[in-house]
């Protein structure tokens, strides 16, 4: 079965701190992709990024990066710079490749920014 | 480019009544996905469809849900008696695939609470 934890609920920091939101997922595939998807207060939710198992090298898009580390199960997400508009519920999901494909997500974590 | 629309937006019934919700997707997206988000928690998908077959309604429980996809472009999500339990928002994406290799995009949900 495949399983996405996203231990922190909530996070509250201060605008322009750096902050890393966490993601740890199980699977017993072997490849997998990994997707941060964020929901603001209008309810949709976007999509961020989407990581394919094979690939480990970490990305950087602006003020976002995603750190990738196959031997601990972990797809962490950090804003760097934070601003208001990055207040918003982040989830972290998981989809097989092979078979049946459907994003499994975390419960998510909502993030404010303070002015 | 009109993103997904989903109506209603909010809507309150009591328990053992029944509900339908609207779902529109991106023109020429054949896929089309129902997931139900209940406060806290994330996304959960209960039925796919391609085109108007389903792929996946593993987790649509039968027995009072329902969706149906007429000339596979608009869908309707029926529940019939409802429960206290599926207070939820119900959130209809779409992709231009049946394939997890690109982003789903969602519409802004449709809010249901079961008094």
């Known amino acids: 079965a495949q399983k996405v934890t996203q231990a922190q609920t909530e996070i509250s920091v201060v605008e322009k701190e750096d902050v890393t939101l966490d993601c740890v997922y199980e699977?017993?595939?072997?490849?997998?992709?990994l997707f941060w998807y964020k929901q603001p207060p209008s309810g949709e939710l976007v999509f961020l990024i989407r990581r394919n198992s094979f690939d480990e090298q970490n990305e950087i898009s602006g003020r976002y990066s995603w750190n990738f580390q196959k031997s601990t199960s972990s797809f962490n997400f950090t804003i760097t710079a934070s601003q208001v508009v990055d207040s918003a519920v982040y989830f972290c999901a998981l989809s097989r490749i092979q078979g049946a494909q459907k994003l499994v997500f975390g419960q998510g974590t909502r993030l404010t920014i303070n002015p | 480019e009109a993103g997904v629309a989903q109506s209603p937006r909010y809507k309150i019934i009591e328990k053992r009544q029944s509900v339908a919700f609207w779902c529109n997707p991106i023109?020429?997206?054949?896929?089309l996905y129902w997931y139900q988000q209940i406060l806290g928690q994330g996304p959960k998908l209960l039925i796919q469809?391609?085109?108007?077959?389903?792929?996946?309604d593993s987790q649509l429980p039968k027995d009072r849900f329902s969706a149906e996809r007429l000339k596979g472009v608009d869908s309707t999500l029926k529940i019939q008696p409802a429960k206290l339990e599926d207070s939820a928002v119900y959130l209809c994406?779409?992709?231009?695939?049946?394939?997890?290799?690109?982003?789903?995009?969602f519409g802004e949900g449709s809010r249901l609470t079961v008094l």
């Open positions: 994406a779409s992709s231009l695939g049946i394939e997890i290799t690109g982003e789903l995009f």
């Open positions: 469809f391609q085109n108007n077959g389903v792929v996946d």
């Open positions: 699977t017993r595939d072997t490849t997998y992709y």
């Open positions: 023109s020429g997206h054949a896929t």
